[in-house]
């Protein structure tokens, strides 16, 4: 999985029939402590996430291992909200925390 | 899934049985701002695209995931028309905006 | 799937069992002018594809999609042999043209 | 599958159900040397690693083929602790070392 | 699949289930004069290969359609042991060549 921040929402409303539903997000790849470092890309949300917040993605078939994703034709969802990074022993990132 | 243009077509007339019928669309990764900056590939089109369009692409085996693509040798489909992008707040495409 | 070039011939005499038979090519990913820009790699042919013709790649695990290579260990094979391709109107490849 | 060094931890507390009970831990992708060159990423810990080891981590569909992590929707899974690596018959990464 | 030579041996003591009695070696990835420009990664062994060789890699899902390797946590299979490689008729690798 990767972190990303929530950057935007990408409204489609031509789109395949399994997509109906589903909230699409634009998210940003980050390093561990919360710098957008990585690509840009659309993923379904499963969780509830909402703009700024940082999360955790999954990628590839894995996507597709949430209720809310099965049998979609997705290829990233947001499986979690994230409260705390932390590395070598100090937190690099906590929600909330300026 | 990534936000992509659609720049062209590919045609094939010796193919994989499985991939008759698709129309395969040349599509090129775009920012969220809508400027091209990833590398080109070859999707199939679940959707009805047309050139120029901003479309929704998904990525490996959630490709088979459309009544038109499930089972064949795809690994990239169009799944959706882009209308709208916003980005931390501002809308930063929006479809038939010059 | 990518638009590639092919290069050459990989021989593996001594080779998993379920790779016999097949036909495996070096190919080279190529932009949509048909100029080599990407990696080379390995692919099963599944269409008999020859040396210099510019082909359509799948890639993971569509790549078992077709009938030759099914259940085999294979994570590329070329679907087809592209005749030409299109951009914004042009024509940027056209097999047979210098 | 790739080397990694455990550097740290991510909480979140808001997730998909089926992510419950998983230990995520924060990878970074090493070279033959032990030495940190690739990007960091999130895994779900199957073997019990802590932090500073070096480990062997899968990824994509193959995430899912452990115990813990089976119809999880997890793309990285730390499957091994690595002991000893060795390149061209020189030992160039071994636990404990200094 | 990649053309890629192994280098070196992962020792893991501690390792999840399904992979206990495989062989996993450290390969680089080659271009097709068999010169080493990829990254590393630890593969599964399924045919014998020893080091030095140059070899032929399966990636992903595809890792899994070895007999040796199915329903195992691993992305990466060697699959071959190359022979030669030829490009645009010149033998551009060829095993025991200096």
Same mark, same amino acid.
């Given at each position: 999985?990767?972190? =990303?921040?929530?950057?935007?929402?990408?409204? =489609?409303?031509?789109? =395949?029939?399994? /997509?109906?539903? @589903?909230? @699409? /997000?634009? &998210?940003?790849? @980050?390093?561990?402590?919360?710098?957008?470092?990585?690509? %840009?890309?659309?993923?379904?949300?499963?969780?509830?996430?909402?703009?700024? +917040? &940082? &999360? /955790?993605? =999954?990628?590839? %078939? %894995?996507?597709? @291992?949430?209720? /809310?994703? $099965?049998?979609?034709?997705?290829?990233?969802?947001?499986?979690?909200?994230?409260? +705390? &990074? +932390?590395? $070598?022993?100090?937190?690099?990132?906590?929600?909330?925390?300026?």
């Amino acid at each position: 999985m990767v972190l =990303a921040r929530v950057d935007g929402t990408v409204v =489609a409303t031509r789109k =395949a029939d399994r /997509l109906e539903g @589903l909230k @699409l /997000l634009l &998210v940003r790849v @980050l390093d561990p402590k919360g710098k957008p470092t990585g690509p %840009s890309f659309v993923a379904a949300d499963a969780v509830g996430a909402g703009p700024g +917040e &940082v &999360v /955790l993605c =999954a990628q590839g %078939s %894995s996507s597709r @291992l949430t209720p /809310l994703t $099965e049998n979609r034709p997705v290829d990233a969802v947001i499986v979690g909200i994230v409260d +705390e &990074v +932390e590395v $070598e022993g100090a937190v690099t990132y906590a929600k909330g925390a300026a």
